[in-house]
T-cell receptor
Framework: SQTIHQWPATLVQPVGSPLSLECTVEGTSNPNLYWYRQAAGRGLQLLFY??????ISSEVPQNLSASRPQDRQFILSSKKLLLSDSGFYLCAWSMGLAGSNEQFFGPGTRLTVL | GEDVEQSLFLSVREGDSSVINCTYTDSSSTYLYWYKQEPGAGLQLLTY?????DMKQDQRLTVLLNKKDKHLSLRIADTQTGDSAIYFC???????????FGQGTELSVKP
């Protein structure tokens, strides 16, 4: 069966520091991968998605970047964090674009920027 | 444009039925989804419905789709305290396959 992991689970970082959040998927090959941010207002905002190694699509301009160095690894980064980067970051995967394309979510990383 | 709307809160008594409503704008959406989020956790896929269906039932969950009105609902029968969570409706953008989420409905179940 497929599982998705995220770490760390929680993170407190000062403004201006770098960021690296990791997401890995097990039990599947060539998944589509997604990074979402859930701010305090509850809605989910799609940040990046990837259909393959090295292929990243950015949904909104921002202070963050994403990379996919391996098939089942998706990394969210920042060189200098802003206060507004605080939130709950969720990684998700799906199998291609055909069919029902259900997305399955990881447990999330709670980021607090002080 | 793409937009999914839900009411923010719903409170029911244990044992009653809960109905969570959602409206969407993209008439070409092929799939619609319901996710559940418990406090501090990720989103759990509950069910989904294909746009050529009117209804889908899965144990205590019933999904109704009115494609003409672009209205989706999730009915939870015999609601339990463990059903307390935030429920998200999402539509699938057909062209790129990305999901557009509503703001979520916080369901509170009182004993």
């Amino acid at each position: 069966s497929q599982t998705i992991h995220q770490w760390p689970a929680t993170l407190v970082q000062p403004v201006g520091s770098p960021l690296s959040l990791e997401c890995t998927v097990e039990g599947t090959s060539n998944p589509n991968l997604y990074w979402y941010r859930q701010a305090a207002g509850r809605g989910l905002q799609l940040l990046f998605y990837s259909v393959g190694i090295g292929q990243i699509s950015s949904e909104v301009p921002q202070n963050l970047s994403a990379s996919r160095p391996q098939d089942r690894q998706f990394i969210l980064s920042s060189k200098k964090l802003l206060l507004s980067d605080s939130g709950f970051y969720l990684c998700a995967w799906s199998m291609g674009l055909a069919g029902s394309n259900e997305q399955f979510f990881g447990p999330g990383t709670r980021l607090t920027v002080l | 444009g793409e937009d999914v709307e839900q009411s923010l809160f719903l409170s029911v008594r244990e044992g009653d039925s809960s109905v969570i409503n959602c409206t969407y704008t993209d008439s070409s959406s092929t799939y619609l989804y319901w996710y559940k989020q418990e406090p501090g956790a990720g989103l759990q896929l509950l069910t989904y419905i294909f746009s050529n269906m009117d209804m889908k039932q899965d144990q205590r969950l019933t999904v109704l789709l009115n494609k003409k009105d672009k209205h989706l609902s999730l009915r939870i029968a015999d609601t339990q305290t463990g059903d307390s969570a935030i429920y998200f409706c999402a539509e699938r953008e057909p062209r790129r396959g990305k999901l557009i989420f509503g703001q979520g409905t916080e369901l509170s179940v009182k004993p």
